[in-house]
């Protein structure tokens, strides 16, 4: 499999010349990109500070797994996504929820965003996030 990323006319030439070379059968999406590592590392760092913070849910604390289902649903209902909660096989209840791994970059960039704020708001100490060296990339941003 051969992909590009459209970012000048070299590449753009080069993906139109693998098209026209491409045997009959082969199929072509174009897309915005997928989340990217850096901001799937993010978007853990803060879930694990959220977790390392104590901060309570339905009565206990929870750890960086719950909070990313926590998060992402929330993220969803936030911004007219939605989200859906169904009986599942053994009579447990279900939350079915988008995945971070399909997500596009401005979709993660939302759900980071949220994130952000939820801690603000909640005055989440963001230690992992500092160290992992993404608070920088917050500034940057804001510049």
């Not at 590592?37 to 929870?62: P, T, V, Y």
């Not at 939302?110 to 990339?137: H, P, R, W």
Request: charged share 25%; glycine share 8%; proline share 1%.
């Amino acid at each position: 499999m051969t992909s590009f990323a459209l970012i000048n006319e070299t590449v753009r030439r080069n993906c139109i010349s693998a098209i026209l070379s491409a045997p009959d059968g082969y199929s072509v999406v174009i897309s915005e990109r997928k989340r990217s590592g850096l901001q799937n590392n993010m978007f853990h760092a803060l879930c694990e500070d959220i977790a390392k913070s104590g901060m309570k849910w339905a009565g206990k604390e929870r750890n960086a797994a719950d909070w990313k289902a926590l998060l992402v649903s929330a993220h969803s209902v936030a911004t007219g996504e939605g989200g859906e909660v169904i009986p599942g096989i053994e009579g447990e209840f279900v939350a079915i929820r988008e995945s971070t791994s399909r997500m596009r970059v401005s979709r993660a960039t939302s759900l980071i965003e949220y994130v952000l704020a939820f801690c603000s708001l909640n005055e989440i100490e963001l230690k992992e996030t500092q160290k992992g060296g993404f608070m920088d990339l917050v500034k940057r941003a804001g510049e």
